[in-house]
């Protein structure tokens, strides 16, 4: 019993979706640590998906508040809710927004991965450049 979408917050739901699918494809890509070139393609291939991050976070946001407000408006309509206990009254919220509140969390949490990712390529690409222009002795 999830709260419903409109048409508009449907369409920003199904994008953030497809989107955050793209995003764990590209990172689930295997990366030779020892061809500097795959590291930079790796690097190239998630660069623009850090861009969109933070847009990504402000759909789910907005889509988790709205969500929010919405289940608050059902529990000061409905007195058996609105009086309910502290604890109940939690559960029931997080109920109706949980596929919203997961989807926040997946986007929080791929930001997170992707940054770590990208820095992690860089420091690989940084250490195969020291590496591999030191002087023979």
């Known amino acids: 019993m999830t709260i419903e979408l409109n048409p508009e917050q449907q369409q920003v739901y199904t994008d953030l979706i497809k989107l955050a699918g793209e995003i764990e494809a590209v990172m689930a890509v295997a ?3 020892d061809e500097p070139a795959q590291i930079k393609c790796a690097i190239d291939n998630r660069l623009p998906y850090l861009a969109n991050l933070p847009k990504m976070m402000e759909g789910a946001v907005a889509i988790h508040d709205w969500a929010k407000g ?10 058996r809710l609105y009086e309910a206990k502290q604890a ?3 559960r029931y919220i997080e109920g109706r927004i ?4 997961a989807l926040y969390e997946r986007i929080n949490s791929l930001h997170s991965a992707l940054k770590l990712s990208i820095e992690g390529l860089r420091s690989l690409l940084s250490y195969e450049k020291q590496f ?3 002087p023979q002795k």
């Open 70 to 79: 919405e289940v608050a408006k059902e529990m000061i309509a409905d007195n």
């Open 132 to 134: 591999s222009f030191q």
């Open 31 to 33: 990366v030779d640590s």
């Open 98 to 101: 949980a596929k919203y509140s």
């Open 88 to 90: 109940i009254q939690i």
